[in-house]
């Protein structure tokens, strides 16, 4: 900023009222208090591990605990290796190759990212399980006693979380391999290193940064499920919680052992973070940035393109044409009209759930984001950073813990005499609400921070200089500006609360089902069919953001500006 505009904004806060100065006061105590809202119930649930229960302890251990601790590693282990291959190879294929189809595939490979794994696992079941229709004609051909591959088995569990998360790493190993790579891949090649040479030793260190982090994204998405789990008889720490908290109904026990989830969630971060080293994100200046696409013919090019749609058949095409089926039977079905009529009572509370969630997250995102033009920088920039704490907790400690902070409030307002024991936080749709905001506020302050980095700070400046307050800034000049991005994040964050699955099915009131828990509860019974209308209406909605998220990979790389260059950095 020049001179003149510092001194400007300088006499524009010498300007200011005793009124203009609490307001600017209130923009950062607002932030802070997001923050806090966000920590407290990580922060709740951390103070149960000051007072263990030995006697709770001891049972796990004797019993589940081992095989819990067991399975959840192997889980991890397993889709992380997965993923890891199957998005770095996609990546590699569609960036720097050509090939019949390679454009539409190379957008298209990121549609699995709206199935639900909980909703390929159940179709997984239905087709691969003993009364499916594959074991079945297995056994015409071979005999009753022939053997087939046990489908509710942790290796299944594997290759559903395997073919609906690769896309995380792809993404990423997509973008960096777009932006980083291809000076440094063309200069390897001209000192004579061969394509696979190449892309091994000059490449692929290059990628770590995106790869730990499109590895740690799937990490944290496996270790929050409890549903696709369960249909694979998979016994991880998450289904320890959902089973102590749904079984015994004891409050303490759950919340000590779900500390053992976040436990597993900050190994995953420090993996993470071991793995990327010291590398940070860097942007090639120019139009070359990215590796030259070099085009494919004869059987490499048809075996390249049916690669890319195996895996797209397999992991999102494939099981959306089942869905379909199963929804247009089921609604062609005169037996089943009660439950198609059920359908929109589910819906409602759908949508209702989704529109709080992102209003609430959105309106707090463009506090916390304006927080940081109208107060110290320092100061909202730790609030903003705290505010991702929900985001990186799973599910299952997030309900938990918000369960725990409510609690504590009813407390105090009995002892205030304001309400009655347990009317906050015993099965309220407050409760649920509060922890799907603590959840999705991250994604929600992404995306608008991301829409009003692009107003000059000048504006700003130039603004108060003038004497406008900070609340007529943030609503004449932010938001309009910004207006694009605060949409995006509306729409972002309503999908995912209607894709949540582990924390409605810990605090929803009773009677209170949400799409996601009727998908969940009928596969759970075997009523796959049944199953198909919720989990094709959640299918649907949830490829919107993955279209915007496919447009952006699908356009060509250019010259970033300094403040995107930032933004990759660390």
Known sequence: MNSAAVADRGEGKARLGLGDRLSLIGWPVAAWLAALAVVAPVAFLSTSLLDPNTEVWAHQWNTRLPGQLYQTAVLLAGVSIGTLIIGCSLAWLTGAYRFPGSRLLGWMLVAPLAMPSYVLGFLTLSVFGFPGPIQTRWRAMFGQDAWFPDVRSLGAAIVVFTVVLYPYVYLLARAALRDQAGSSYEVARSLGAGPVEAAVRVVLPLLRPAIAAGTAVVMME??????????????????????????????????????????????????????????????????????????????????????CVSVLVLAFAGPAIQLLVWALQEAA?????????????????????????????????????????FGSRRSTGVATRLTAVGYAVPGPVVAIGVILALVALDRVLESLGLGLPGTVATGSFLALAYAYVVRLLA?????????????????????????????????????????TSVITATVLVAIDALKELPIVLLLRPFGFDTLSVWTYNLASESLFKQAALPALTIVVVALIPVALLSRQISQPSGVASPRQSAARSG
């Not at 439950?339 to 506090?367: D, H, K, M, P």
């Not at 108060?464 to 007529?472: A, F, I, Q, V």
């Open 333 to 373: 079905d005169p037996k089943r009209a009660s439950l198609t009529e059920r359908y929109f009572g589910f819906l409602q509370n759908s949508l209702i759930l989704a529109s709080v969630t992102a209003a609430v997250c959105v309106s707090t995102a463009l506090v916390v984001v304006n927080a940081r033009r």
């Open 222 to 307: 496996t270790l929050t499920d409890f549903g696709t789990v369960q249909y694979f008889s998979v016994d991880t720490v998450s289904v320890g919680v959902f089973r102590i908290w749904r079984g015994t109904f004891d409050r303490d026990a759950a919340s000590e052992f779900a500390t053992l989830v976040l436990a597993f969630a900050l190994l995953v971060i420090g993996l993470e973070r071991i793995l990327r080293g010291r590398a940070r994100f860097g942007q090639a200046a120019g139009e070359a940035a990215g590796i030259e696409p070099r085009q494919l013919t004869g059987a490499k090019a048809v075996a390249a393109t049916l690669t």
């Open 443 to 483: 994604p929600g302050i992404n995306a608008v921070e991301a829409g009003l980095d692009q107003v000059h700070p000048d504006m700003t400046a130039t603004a108060r200089s003038l004497g406008r307050r900070p609340l007529d800034i943030a609503g004449r000049i932010h938001l309009p500006l910004s207006r």
